[in-house]
């Protein structure tokens, strides 16, 4: 299975992603479609050894139950937000206390709807298909597997996406650019960040009210971005600043290395790329303790804090990481996507696709 021999299916809709040059090899094929002409895909990837599915939308449901049973190996690349129904029952699962207060009011204002999490019958169907399934952490594939009896013939991948940026100079940005006494909080303007329950607890910490927020919230929901600027204003009163605007990978990289503190309120896995990055330039990270993310950093060695860690402090500074532990955490964030574990976990996958032939 060499990658020239790989063709990549895009949907027309993601006409820009056919620009993205994926593979740079002249034998590489794309092939674009309409949603319309699903069966007319699923004939065709009948005939290829493995079938990738990233991300498990609607569509691609579709496409999976149109393929002939024993066809070819399907594995799922899952996103997260594709699998949230597989780990909780409904959308208010994912908020804090005052998270789901605002979540209320929102919905009762019209501004956004009820969302209980089903498992649909099409998607039951799909998933029966499938034989290999790599979501972001070990521990939700733990947490589906315990959950649902249609997912026990699934197995587990460890595989994920690298940067599309020289890791190197992540980590050379904790060395170079110097650290503020600042906080970078969450990573869009979307309820699931909790932000509102962080405020609750700066609101009782004088150390976390000194501190410069910065808040990104270049995309998600106006109406939500609105209400906690009111909240953060009342709470920080200037000392804070929104950021709503997209930057280059390495600008954004240099916002948060800035930071001394990361908190990402998440239960959800979510924000990930943003922990990653926070780990790599020396942040001390607070996470929420009932998010798969904090146990998969825990399990694995890296020095981090909850947000119960938090509520608990006296001065904030009391959970700032020592030098000596900032340097293993990148140490360890910069092995997880280094060249050579990316090339050995492919190469485990490329060998566990063949064991079914």
């Known amino acids: 299975m060499k990658l020239e021999e790989h063709t990549f299916f895009l949907e027309k809709q993601d006409a820009k992603m056919a620009e993205i040059p994926i593979c740079n090899s002249s034998l590489s094929q794309y092939i674009n479609f309409e949603s319309s002409e699903a069966l007319f895909i699923a004939r065709i990837l009948e005939s290829f050894d493995c079938l990738i599915v990233h991300c498990l939308t609607p569509l691609h449901t579709r496409i999976i139950n149109l393929i002939k049973p024993g066809s070819t190996i399907i594995m799922w690349k899952g996103w997260g937000f594709d699998y949230l129904d597989l780990v909780y029952d409904d959308f208010s699962d994912l908020l804090e206390d005052k998270s789901k207060k605002l979540y209320l009011d929102l919905r009762l204002a019209g501004s956004t709807a ?3 999490y089903t498992v649909s019958e099409s998607k039951k169907k799909a998933i029966k298909k499938i034989q290999l399934f790599c979501p972001v952490f070990e521990e939700e594939f733990e947490i589906i597997q315990a959950k649902h009896s249609f997912t026990q013939h699934l197995k587990y991948i460890e595989w ?11 980590v050379k ?7 503020t006494d600042s906080l970078w909080l969450g990573n869009s303007s979307t309820i699931t960040n909790n932000h509102i329950d962080y405020l609750s607890i700066a609101t009782k910490n004088k ?5 410069v927020h910065y808040i990104p919230m270049s995309y998600g929901f106006d109406n939500y971005k609105n209400e906690i600027k009111d909240a953060t204003e009342s709470v920080l009163a200037n000392n804070f600043e929104i950021i709503d605007e997209f930057f280059e990978f390495g600008q954004y ?3 948060i290395a800035r930071s001394k503190y990361m908190v990402m309120n998440h ?19 607070f996470l929420n303790e009932n998010s798969p993310a904090f146990s998969f950093f825990k399990n694995r060695g890296y020095v981090l804090y909850s947000i119960s860690d938090l509520d ?9 990481v020592t030098e000596k532990q900032a340097d293993a955490n990148a140490e360890k ?10 090339s050995f976990r492919t190469k485990k996958l490329i060998q566990l696709i063949k064991s079914y032939f």
Not at 333 to 342: E, G, I, K, R, T
């Open 114 to 116: 009820d969302s209980r």
């Open 160 to 170: 994920r996406y690298g940067f599309d940026y020289p890791i190197k100079k992540v």
């Open 173 to 179: 940005a904790k060395d170079c650019i110097v650290k």
């Open 207 to 211: 150390s976390l009210r000194s501190l």
């Open 253 to 255: 990289v240099n916002l």
């Open 267 to 285: 239960i959800r896995q979510q924000a990930m790329g943003n922990i990653w990055i926070g780990l790599l330039t020396g942040c001390t990270v």
């Open 312 to 320: 608990s402090a006296t001065n904030v500074v009391e959970f700032k």
């Open 333 to 342: 964030a910069l092995a997880m996507f280094s060249n050579q574990q990316m």
